[in-house]
Structure formats: structure tokens, C-alpha cells
């Protein structure tokens, strides 16, 4: 049984540019999140999709988007991209949205630089 | 101040040794508390979680939280190489029927055999 997958695992781009990031659940699984973490930091909460639909969103610009296709793979798009969005994105997966714990599964990341 | 604090190390022991990571919270809303384990280039994965006050075990780990000091710890017994990693702490509080989960800068651990 696959884990999260996510791709790609490095990525490199300059300030200005546009990244799409791709993630895909654990099997079972039909709800997404998404997180950055900075170096020596935590992850930060990005945003949560579930049936197609961002349902919560933590404090993060605009620029930050996503998408969730029927198959429950989502992707994460930066736009306008600057140095601090130098970062390992992360994507977390689990089975439904209102259960009491955070019993989610994460992938192995992908580290964006931003030059 | 940040609504989770912890320490970033690193923390750097002898293998057998008894290890305390601790983190404190501002938040008395948090309802769940949580230890994930991250080793290097990869993802964090979840060691443990408890929503009350007391001592939860399992295997060599030990999570403790105190909700009167806003203070929780994740104890490793007879810790080996292999415990070498980042370990965050997180918590959850209820937000819009969803939990809105914060996760700690995380402690770096060494153990050294």
C-alpha cells in the first residue's frame, strides 16, 4: 500500500515564477492538506481540501492555490513566487475532515528554492 | 509570543539514556496533543497523541501533558541511535467543526552510540 506521494522532490525557480505541486493520498484517504516548513521551523498549516473543495485555509496570501481532482490527488500552486517561499511543502493526507484527531499521514515533501 | 514553544536543541545524548522533550502553550483551548517524529528529508509521522492531562504510554515513549501549566513532555527510555530525529510537538483545537492543528520549531535529537 502506497503512502503520500508527492512530486516532484526538488525543485529550483526564480523570484517571479509560478510552481505546481503534485500530491497524491494515501489510499483510502479523500482529504489533502497542505503545509510549508521553513527551515528549522514547524510545518505551517497551508490549506485542507476535501470533495473538490478548500475547506479551511491558514493565513497564507493569495498566491498560494490549490486544487483537489475526483480521484483525491491534489495540487498546490504558487504564483509570484519570492525567496521566502523557500521552503519544504508537505502534503498530508487522512479519511474524512471531522474526525477528533489529526490522524493524518505525510509525504516525504518537496524542497522548493526559490533563487 | 508564539501559541507553541519549544526547544530547538540540538539535543545530543548517549545511547541507553533517558530523553525529555518538552513543549509549552499559550492556547488553553488546545484539545489534542500530539508527538510527531520527522527523520531527515522525510515527513513527519505521528508517535503519539492524548487529549487529557496524565501520562500516556507506549513502548520506550512516554507522552505527559499538564494542562494547569500548559506543559507537555514526550519521555524516550533506553534511547537508541535510531531515535535520532526531529521531534515536534503539536495540538489541535476545535475550529469551525475541524481542528485546527500548530505544530512546535521541533527539537533536534542525537543519539550517540
Known amino acids: 500500500d502506497a503512502g503520500v506521494t508527492q512530486s516532484p522532490t526538488h525543485l529550483i525557480k526564480t523570484r517571479g515564477q509560478q510552481v505546481t505541486l503534485r500530491c497524491s493520498p494515501k489510499?483510502?484517504?479523500?482529504?489533502v492538506s497542505w503545509y510549508q516548513q521553513a527551515l528549522g521551523q514547524g510545518p505551517q498549516f497551508i490549506f485542507q481540501?476535501?470533495?473538490?473543495?478548500?475547506?479551511q485555509r491558514g493565513n497564507f496570501p493569495d498566491r498560494f492555490s490549490g486544487h483537489q481532482f475526483p480521484n483525491y490527488s491534489s495540487e498546490l500552486n504558487v504564483n509570484a513566487l519570492l525567496l521566502g517561499d523557500s521552503a519544504l511543502y508537505l502534503c498530508?493526507?487522512?479519511?474524512?475532515?471531522?474526525?477528533?484527531?489529526?490522524?493524518?499521514?505525510f509525504g516525504p515533501g518537496t524542497r522548493l528554492t526559490v533563487l | 509570543q508564539k501559541e507553541v514553544e519549544q526547544d530547538p536543541g540540538p539535543l545530543s545524548v548517549p545511547e541507553g539514556a533517558i530523553v525529555s522533550l518538552n513543549c509549552t502553550y499559550s492556547?488553553?483551548?488546545?484539545?489534542?496533543f500530539m508527538w510527531y517524529r520527522q527523520y531527515s528529508r522525510k515527513g513527519p509521522e505521528l508517535l503519539m497523541y492524548?487529549?487529557?492531562?496524565g501520562n500516556k504510554e507506549d513502548g520506550r515513549f512516554t507522552a505527559q501533558v499538564d494542562k494547569s501549566s500548559k506543559y507537555i513532555s514526550l519521555f524516550i527510555r533506553d534511547s537508541q541511535p535510531s531515535d535520532s530525529a526531529t521531534y515536534l510537538c503539536?495540538?489541535?483545537?476545535?475550529?469551525?467543526?475541524?481542528?485546527?492543528?500548530?505544530f512546535g520549531t521541533g527539537t533536534k535529537l542525537q543519539v550517540i552510540p
Open positions: 498530508a493526507s487522512r479519511e474524512g475532515v471531522r474526525t477528533g484527531i489529526d490522524t493524518q499521514y
Open positions: 489510499s483510502g484517504h479523500d482529504t
Open positions: 481540501y476535501y470533495e473538490e473543495e478548500e475547506r
Open positions: 492556547n488553553s483551548a488546545f484539545q489534542y
Open positions: 492524548t487529549y487529557s492531562s
Open positions: 503539536a495540538m489541535s483545537v476545535p475550529s469551525g467543526g475541524y481542528q485546527k492543528v500548530t
